[in-house]
């Protein structure tokens, strides 16, 4: 089982052997970078190109570890219990297994991909050491032990809201997703955009590069931001001359009225920085 | 050797245990280092280093450790104008593949030297000299499994050439703070109600013990588990601040986004507080510190950001605040002082290099606060130490005349 990347999501080398080595040692992939970097969807990615399902569990402040692994519906049994329907002593079927707890239970290798957990409390990521150390879990109101006949292939993704406690990181294989380089960046924007002009594309990723570098910009522009402002730029039927001379639809790479305010007067400083 | 480079990695300050250690061992008996020190770089990294903050110190270790192991030529820049520019390499059948010279490191090395010295052209697509798409072992774009990358752009970066690059020097934690970083060590920074009313409805119990009840319904409440915490910060502006005011505002920033705070109050001061306190940062409109203190107490924690350099009469003196037409009956230490024991949980955050800290009246400052450098690991202790503050200890040592060091000078 090889992950050698999709057509649609380019990675780099660095990042494919990770992601072998993540599943060969059958450890969870621990993906962090800038937002925009494309850590979920390098989940999806694994999935496409080894043909397995991805189970998501999307981590809110208000997770809770079990919840991955099941869920006993307290409420549905007790009202079955009030109005008399349903097997009430089947305690079995008011469990419910979350993404975590499917991937245990089925027959079929499968991704779990744990996304943003660093929303979640503090103590979450500690919560789970047991379960994917072990692939196991206990479902207290049963005694059952559910554990996996196929691992599944974790991956974690992080925007480092808050820090990871040690035991949980010393347990995952860990890839810092690094911000794509000019060449890099020149095949990611290919994909999304096949017959883009070369010209219009060198301005356009100049131009890109140098609001990024500006130092004190808020918040800096991300792959998805830099695709979408090339959609507009060609749909507006801009030419590449013009880019440089008027920076149009900033407000589509930079979210943040006073980011835009920096770039223009940064672009009407006499000398052109970026050249 | 493997055994050294951890212990080498510690050297340097990087935790790594040994359940790690042995999970990279077993990814190299797996193959997956593919006997490439460039492979082994990232793989090395991916399983004992877990945290981008460290990826410098790790390639510090790195460089240093595997220096030597690549070896630097000196290549004629008419031998890298050759190369830069590569033709592509030849489809090669299996039988030319077999024919390919191979050799092993050290012997590789040797050649190479040798045939530099010996060259005197350009080689393209051959099988001896240094060229491009050939299969002699030297050169680049060429097919020669064992072969040295000599020049050329993309894919092969050697591992210590990109180690020596430093990539990661700004996610460094003892120098780097942008606004996020400082939002989740701010984050830490909470403290949950414990002895709150109970006035939320717990489901969970209440199910629990209505089946309990033979399906009678008994509501069961429990306090709300909702951070308690607010945040008093003062920062310093202006003057000796200006050089750090990118980093205050960034800090500022943080704590203001930070929506995880009960309550968030701020102002500003011009080296020391005193009587007034500014909600602008000109200082035009203030409010009595006096007020400000007397709607907080010890459930706040304060974080002061300043360099707390200052002249030693702005400290210990009446009248001595800097603030032209402006006089202060008490002492800026006293007010130090006044407002430490109105909340204990506070921290000082200097942004100033810890080199200087022994100047007269930051030393004074420390006896009031804890002093904190303002970088992600100090702003992370400082967050320990908030969080770790029992109401009513004040500090116990007394504090130093300023103006005695400054004499001694």
């Known amino acids: 089982m090889r992950f050698s990347g999709t057509s649609t999501y380019i990675t780099s080398p660095e990042l494919r052997d990770i992601v072998n080595v993540a599943i060969d040692l059958q450890k969870p992939l621990l993906m962090k970078g800038e937002p925009g970097t494309g850590k979920t969807r390098l989940a999806e990615a694994i999935a496409e190109d080894l043909e397995l399902e991805l189970l998501v569990w999307n981590i809110k402040s208000t997770t809770k570890a079990r919840d991955g692994l099941y869920l006993y519906d307290t409420v549905a049994r007790l009202n079955d219990a009030r109005f008399g329907d349903g097997d009430v002593r089947n305690i079995r079927a008011y469990i419910k297994h979350g993404p975590l707890g499917r991937a245990f239970a089925s027959d079929k290798r499968m991704i779990v991909l744990i996304d943003e957990i660093d929303k979640a409390d503090l103590e979450f990521p ?3 050491l047991h379960e994917l150390d072990r692939m196991s879990f206990l479902v207290d109101e049963t005694g059952e032990t559910i554990t996996a006949r196929e691992r599944p292939i974790v991956i974690i993704t992080s925007n480092n809201e808050k820090e990871l406690p040690d035991a949980f990181l010393r347990r995952c294989v860990f890839h810092f997703i690094d911000f794509p380089t000019p060449d890099f960046m020149r095949d990611i924007v290919h994909v999304h955009h096949p017959d883009v002009e070369k010209a219009l594309l060198d301005e356009v990723l100049t131009r890109f590069f140098w609001i990024r570098d500006l130092p004190e910009l808020r918040k800096r522009p991300s792959t998805s931001e830099l695709v979408d402002w090339l959609a507009a730029l060609r749909r507006a039927g801009i030419s590449a001359e013009r880019i440089t001379a008027e920076l149009p639809f900033l407000g589509v790479l930079l979210k943040r009225e006073t980011d835009v305010e920096l770039v223009k007067r940064a672009a009407s400083r006499p000398r052109r920085p970026g050249f | 050797m493997f055994v050294d480079f951890l212990y080498h990695l510690r050297g340097h300050g990087l935790r790594v245990t040994p359940t790690e250690w042995l999970a990279l061992m077993e990814a190299l008996a797996r193959g997956h280092a593919r006997a490439s020190l460039g492979v082994f770089y990232h793989l ?11 990826f410098d110190t790790y390639d510090r270790a790195f460089a240093e450790f595997f220096e030597g192991v690549e070896r630097q030529f000196d290549l004629t820049e008419e031998l890298l104008s050759w190369l830069s520019d590569p033709q592509l390499p030849r489809d090669l059948t299996e039988a030319e593949r077999q024919q390919i010279p191979y050799m092993d490191l050290e012997t590789l090395y040797e050649q190479f030297e040798k045939r530099l010295a010996e060259q005197k052209e350009r080689h393209d697509g051959g099988r001896h000299w240094v060229g491009t798409g050939g299969v002699s072992p030297f050169g680049n774009g060429g097919t020669n499994p064992q072969g040295m990358r000599v020049g050329g752009s993309g894919g092969g970066r050697t591992a210590v050439k990109v180690a020596g690059d430093r990539r990661y020097r700004n996610l460094r934690s003892d120098i780097v703070l942008d606004t996020r970083q400082m939002g989740s060590a701010l984050r830490r920074l909470r403290r949950l109600s414990s002895d709150d009313q109970a006035h939320e409805l717990d489901l969970e119990k209440t199910i629990d013990q209505s089946a309990r009840n033979g399906g009678e319904i008994e509501i069961v409440m429990g306090p709300p588990r909702r951070n308690r915490l607010r945040v008093l910060l003062l920062m310093d502006v202006g003057g000796s601040m ?20 009960k309550a968030f109050k701020h102002y500003y001061f011009h080296n020391c507080p005193y009587e007034r306190l500014y909600s602008d940062m000109s200082q035009l409109k203030g409010r009595p510190t006096a007020e400000v203190l007397k709607e907080i107490d010890e459930r706040w924690c304060v974080i002061l950001v300043g360099d707390a350099y200052m002249h030693p009469y702005e400290l210990t003196q009446r009248g001595g605040i800097i603030n032209y037409g402006a006089r202060n009956e008490e002492t800026g230490l006293q007010w130090l002082q006044r407002l430490r024991q109105r909340c204990p949980a506070s921290v000082w955050l200097n942004p100033e290099s810890e080199r200087v800290w022994g100047a007269p009246t930051i030393k004074t400052v420390r006896t009031v606060f804890p002093m904190f450098p303002l970088t992600l690991d100090g702003l992370t202790e400082a967050v320990d130490t908030l969080r770790g503050a029992k109401p009513n200890i004040a500090t116990k040592e007394q504090p130093v005349d300023p103006m005695a060091a400054f004499r001694s000078l």
């Open chain 1, 126 to 128: 500690n919560d789970l």
């Open chain 2, 44 to 54: 090395a990294r991916a399983m004992v280093v877990k945290r981008e903050s460290h």
């Open chain 2, 242 to 261: 200006d050089p750090h005011a990118a980093l205050c505002e960034k800090l500022f920033s943080a704590a203001h986004a930070s929506t995880h705070f």
